[in-house]
């Protein structure tokens, strides 16, 4: 008996803690989805209010829009960020001096806090006195105007997935380096041997035995992306206007600068099945990619 | 065979290419560290001055003691390092019981664990904001040490199992048969040979909760202030001391950098969630 139940004695701090503090915070905030909670208003009698939080956000358009350029964030920095980082894989997959000197310098980006890569990057795209326009307008010539990078509707989503495809494409280069490191040497050889050559090889070798990696680089790259929040908080604020109002940053202003804190916990329900549906679906198809 | 001329020119185009993907991605350091160095006459200058002749501490003086920049590396230092100390407890124990002992639903568990980390951080964000606000709890430290739990301690047991499960079996049954109860087992056999390992699960739990942005801003007000609060927070004033949050972001970033320097070579595990071995 004693030893059938030792090792629930070694999970139980982990049990509990877990329980503690996602479930109960999860139950406490569908509770909260279905009433109508606001915070500093004390004068509003509390009752239950059924779906009407959850109807309310369905037909908000404010709400469904931020949804829709959350998926169009997620699609354009993953896919930019994929290619570049297998470009940059590829081209560091051999041996050269100062190899890890450069791996290391391009692990930092991705590493350190997203909150300092957004003031760096603040201050390199300001309007007046930032380098990007003196880059882009005095030095390449493609722009007559200062560029107001964070400041202008239609450029503004623009400049944010600039800097997340900067911070996180070496994330997937690292990956699919890494990836590539397990490849072993036997099929080129044999390849090699049989006369096959440059993209053929990359196509019928490289690509199908680097599939877990690609995969797994996609995967956390869609989950991760797909929660932006700090980058919009420090470029933009969402602005100007909403042109980059990501669904977090709307569910934080929902929640935190108007405190409808009940119709807050039902955005943020509704983004909760939508991400639990979304990776459900995303590590299904992985685990059938990863198979061999 | 190729001809050496020809390759010689093909590594000369590599290395241009290397050095030009090292200059994107340092140029943006180099820009904040030499800003945290500028005059206002020359931060405030267009075209900007990449090479300043004239240099100063003013902006570190200003930043890290008139606007708290010191105490809020501390206040990111005390939570950050409390809270893998906590992870790690927690977590070592409970990887221990899941790589070598005969635990029910093991697979399920583990998955449950790590499904924890999808979840996206503003959901769990309002119902903590109300709990802790009701305890009383907004603005101390123990709220955000307890909160970075849930988000490290998935990882954290994730990790140390594969790590702990790639042992051999045997050390730890000779251990048991020379009488050694699990705890010190654990203490005394396992950790020692996974040395390394805690150090990358570690690594990965203290720059979770240096990094983290969002229940920083939420669940601190102005007793406890970590320095990615206190960033935008200066920002939003009226005048913008670019030289001033140039020197706190530096300050900031020097320990994580440090840490992701010794432990670069073990990092690829981490960061795949064991899906690939580094």
């Known amino acids: 008996m004693r030893r059938s139940l030792t090792p629930y004695f070694f999970l139980f701090p982990a049990i509990i803690t877990i329980l503690a503090l996602t479930i109960v915070p999860l139950v406490y905030s569908l509770y909260l989805s279905f009433i109508n909670y606001e915070m500093g208003r004390p004068h509003i009698e509390i009752r239950f209010v059924g779906l009407q939080n959850y109807?309310?956000?369905?037909?908000?358009?404010?709400?469904?829009?931020?949804?829709?350029?959350t998926f169009l964030f997620?699609?354009?920095?993953?896919?930019?960020?994929?290619?570049?980082?297998?470009?940059?894989?590829?081209?560091?997959?051999?041996?050269?001096?100062?190899?890890?000197?450069?791996?290391?310098?391009?692990?930092?980006?991705?590493?350190?806090?997203?909150?300092?890569?957004?003031?760096?990057?603040?201050?390199?795209?300001?309007a007046n006195y930032g380098p990007m326009n003196h880059l882009v307008v005095d030095f390449l010539h493609?722009?007559?105007d200062k560029i107001s990078w964070t400041g202008d509707a239609n450029v503004a989503l623009f400049s944010i997935m600039l800097v997340d495809i900067w911070q996180y494409t070496p994330f997937m280069m690292l990956i699919l380096l890494a990836g590539l490191r397990s490849i072993p040497a036997e099929p080129y050889e044999a390849?090699?041997?049989?006369?096959a050559s440059g993209f053929t090889l990359f196509r019928y070798i490289t690509l199908p035995l680097l599939k877990p990696a690609i995969l797994v680089a996609l995967l956390i790259r869609i989950i991760d992306s797909f929660k932006i929040y700090d980058l919009v908080y420090l470029l933009t604020y969402g602005g100007p206007g909403t042109a980059t109002e990501v669904a977090s940053f709307y569910i934080y202003l929902r929640g935190f600068k108007h405190f409808r804190i009940s119709y807050a916990a039902a955005l943020s329900y509704i983004l909760l099945m939508i991400s639990a549906v979304a990776i459900t679906l995303l590590i299904n198809i992985i685990r059938r990619g990863t198979r061999r | 065979m190729k001809k050496p001329t020809k390759s010689l020119a093909k590594d000369i185009g590599f290395y241009i290419?290397?050095?030009?993907?090292?200059?994107?991605?340092?140029?943006?350091?180099?820009?904040?560290i030499i800003t945290s160095f500028k005059i206002e006459l020359d931060i405030f200058h267009y075209p900007p001055v990449y090479w300043p002749m004239r240099l100063t501490d003013y902006n570190y003086r200003v930043g890290l003691i008139d606007l708290w920049g010191l105490k809020a590396i501390q206040d990111s230092f005390i939570i950050a390092s409390s809270n893998t100390l906590l992870v790690l407890a927690i977590a070592l124990l409970a990887a221990y019981a899941l790589a070598l002992l005969p635990v029910k639903g093991k697979g399920a568990l583990l998955n449950w664990i790590l499904s924890q980390r999808m979840l996206p951080p503003i959901a769990a964000a309002i119902p903590f904001f109300v709990l802790w606000n009701t305890v009383g709890w907004l603005d101390t430290y123990q709220a955000l040490i307890l909160t970075y739990t849930i988000f490290n301690l998935p990882l954290a047991i994730w990790l140390l199992t594969s790590y702990i499960e790639e042992l051999p079996k045997e050390i730890h049954e000779s251990a048991l048969v020379d009488g050694a109860g699990h705890l010190s087992t654990l203490r005394h056999v396992i950790?020692?040979?996974?040395?390394?390992?805690?150090?990358?699960?570690?690594?990965?739990?203290?720059?979770?909760?240096?990094?983290?942005?969002?229940?920083?801003?939420?669940l601190t007000r102005s007793k406890v202030r970590p320095f990615t609060v206190i960033i935008p927070s200066l920002i939003g004033g009226h005048v913008i001391l670019w030289g001033a949050i140039a020197a706190v972001t530096l300050v900031g970033l020097i320990p994580e950098i440090i840490l992701i320097i010794l432990l670069q070579r073990y990092l690829v595990r981490g960061l795949t969630l064991g899906a690939i071995k580094g």
């Open chain 1, 191 to 195: 390849a090699l041997i049989d006369g």
């Open chain 1, 74 to 126: 997620v699609g354009v920095v993953v896919s930019c960020e994929f290619v570049l980082g297998l470009i940059l894989a590829l081209a560091l997959n051999r041996n050269f001096r100062g190899r890890n000197l450069v791996i290391t310098l391009l692990t930092i980006p991705f590493m350190v806090a997203p909150v300092a890569v957004g003031f760096i990057w603040w201050t390199i795209l300001d």
């Open chain 2, 191 to 218: 950790m020692p040979l996974i040395g390394p390992s805690i150090a990358v699960t570690a690594l990965f739990t203290f720059i979770f909760s240096w990094n983290e942005f969002l229940f920083a801003l939420l």
């Open chain 2, 17 to 32: 290419f290397i050095i030009i993907v090292c200059i994107i991605f340092a140029l943006p350091f180099y820009w904040m």
């Open chain 1, 55 to 69: 109807i309310t956000a369905i037909t908000d358009m404010r709400f469904l829009i931020a949804l829709l350029r």
């Open chain 1, 142 to 144: 493609l722009a007559n």
